[in-house]
C-alpha cells in the first residue's frame, strides 16, 4: 500500500525511521526486511493540519510539529530549530566552543591591539601598502570586533587583562566564566571568515547604485 510520495527532504528522515532499504530501481529482489519496521502508526490532526504519525521502538529519530498562528512565525522557528540542529552537529564532529556574550570578540581586540605594533612593518611590506594603510584597515576590522561585542552583549565585562581564549573544551574542568553561554566553534569561525570575504569583495566594487528614495 503507497501512502504518499516523499520528496528528497523527507525519504532519509523516514528510511531513518523505519529503518528499510533504499531502493534505485525496482529492478532488484526485495526481502522483506528492505520494507523496514513501524511499532505503531497513527493519524493525527493537529491546528487543522493533517499529519501521519510513524512510531518506532529500535529508532533514534524523534519528531517536532511547529505551531504558530501566522505561516512568517511557523518558517521562522523552523530557521531557528534547523541552525540549532546544524549547530549541535558540529558541535558533536567538534567539540570545542568559544565564549559567547561578545567575550571572545572582546578578548579578540585586545590580542590584535598588542600584537599591532610588532605587525605593522613586517604585514606592510608583504602586502606592498604604506603602514598608515595597514593601520586603518586593522582599526577598522577592530571596530567592527568591538561593534559585535556591544551588540551580543551590553553587559560585556572588562577584557582588558585577559589572554585571547583559543578554544574551550566542552569539558568540566574548563570552568572560567561559568555562567556565560559558549558558541560553537566552527560557526564563529565559518561566520567571520565569510564577513572578512564579503569586505574585500565590497572593496573590489567600483561602480554602485543609491537609491536616495
Known amino acids: 500500500m503507497v501512502l504518499d510520495r516523499l520528496s528528497l527532504t523527507h525519504i532519509k528522515a523516514v528510511q531513518q525511521v523505519t529503518g528499510a532499504r533504499l531502493l534505485s530501481t525496482l ?3 526485495i526481502s522483506e526486511t528492505d520494507f523496514g ?3 505503531n502508526v497513527s493519524h493525527k490532526v493537529i ?8 512510531e518506532s521502538l529500535t529508532s533514534n529519530v524523534i519528531t517536532m510539529v511547529i505551531c504558530n498562528r501566522t505561516e512568517q512565525s511557523v518558517q521562522e522557528l523552523k530557521r531557528v530549530c534547523e541552525n540549532a540542529d546544524v549547530i ?10 568559544l565564549f559567547g556574550s561578545g567575550i571572545t570578540e572582546s578578548s ?7 600584537q599591532m605594533s610588532a605587525l605593522v612593518s613586517p604585514v606592510s611590506q608583504e602586502l606592498h601598502c604604506k603602514e598608515s594603510q595597514f593601520i586603518a584597515v586593522a582599526n ?11 551588540l551580543a552583549s551590553p553587559m560585556t565585562p572588562n577584557t582588558d587583562d585577559m589572554e585571547l581564549e583559543e578554544d574551550c573544551q566542552l569539558r568540566p574542568e574548563c570552568n ?3 555562567d556565560t553561554p559558549l558558541d560553537c566553534y566552527t560557526m564563529k569561525i565559518n561566520a567571520l571568515k565569510v564577513s572578512i570575504e564579503i569586505s574585500n569583495v565590497v572593496l573590489q566594487i567600483n561602480n554602485y547604485i543609491h537609491d536616495k528614495n
Open 140 to 150: 577598522a576590522f577592530i571596530e567592527c570586533l568591538q561593534t559585535i561585542a556591544k
Open 37 to 39: 519496521y513501524l511499532s
Open 108 to 114: 579578540l581586540v585586545n590580542h590584535l591591539r598588542k
Open 27 to 29: 529492478h532488484t529482489s
Open 47 to 54: 491546528f487543522g493540519k493533517s499529519f501521519l504519525h510513524m
Open 88 to 97: 549541535l552537529r558540529h558541535s558533536l564532529v567538534n567539540p570545542v566552543a
Open 176 to 178: 572560567k566564566l561559568t
